[in-house]
T-cell receptor, first 113, second 113 residues
């Protein structure tokens, strides 16, 4: 069975500072990995995903994530936070069969001026 | 407009009543999913469907029923609503194989009194 752990339910960052959101997974085989963002009262929007190939993946809005198999991690980073980055972020893993998602509990990001 | 829509966006009902949440997608995606979002739990899979007339249970399917007679529609029915089913419900669709992006609808906020 797969599981996803997001460290920190709330993260506060200053505008212009590094954003780092941690995601660790457990799975018997390397899964597909995703980061989604949710703005208030909206659905989830894909930021980036890793399926195969290069382990550093770049997404929208300046975000990137690195798949580290040895650490079973897929941490999300952005070098410089913007006020518009305030949202909830979800890490998800997908099995390679049916592709069912297992989501982490989410991390709420607050950006302070 | 193309995309994935959900209706109603907001619903208040009473315990014991039957409620149906609608989901419609215009992409002809094969896979469709229903999730519920609760604080501290992220999103949890209720049901999924690989094609018309092919559905299967997710991790929290008790008390819910789905059908998929047409590719574009995937209604979710709460047979006898309970207060524990108060939640935000998201529908999602995916073109095909695992690893492809899931696209989410805007959600339905359901309150069961």
């Amino acid at each position: 069975a797969q599981s996803v752990t997001q460290l920190g339910s709330h993260v506060s960052v200053s505008e212009g500072a590094l954003v780092l959101l941690r995601c660790n997974y457990s799975s018997s085989v390397p899964p597909y990995l995703f980061w989604y963002v949710q703005y208030p009262n909206q659905g989830l929007q894909l930021l980036l995903k890793y399926t195969t190939g290069a382990t550093l993946v770049k997404g929208i809005n300046g975000f990137e994530a690195e798949f580290k198999k040895s650490e079973t991690s897929f941490h999300l980073t952005k070098p410089s936070a913007h006020m518009s980055d305030a949202a909830e972020y979800f890490c998800a893993v997908s099995d390679r069969g049916w592709g069912k998602f297992q989501f982490g509990a989410g991390t709420q990001v607050v950006v302070t001026p | 407009d193309a995309g994935i829509t959900q209706s109603p966006r907001y619903k208040i009902t009473e315990t014991g009543r039957q409620v149906t949440l609608m989901c419609h997608q215009t992409w002809s995606h094969s896979y469709m999913f229903w999730y519920r979002q609760d604080l501290g739990h992220g999103l949890r899979l209720i049901y999924y469907s690989a094609a018309a007339d092919i559905t299967d249970k997710g991790e929290v399917s008790d008390g819910y029923v789905v059908s998929r007679s047409k590719t574009e529609n995937f209604p979710l029915t709460l047979e006898s609503a309970t207060r524990s089913q108060t939640s935000v419900y998201f529908c999602a669709s995916r073109p095909g194989l695992a690893g492809e992006t899931q696209y989410f609808g805007p959600g339905t906020r359901l309150l069961v009194l």
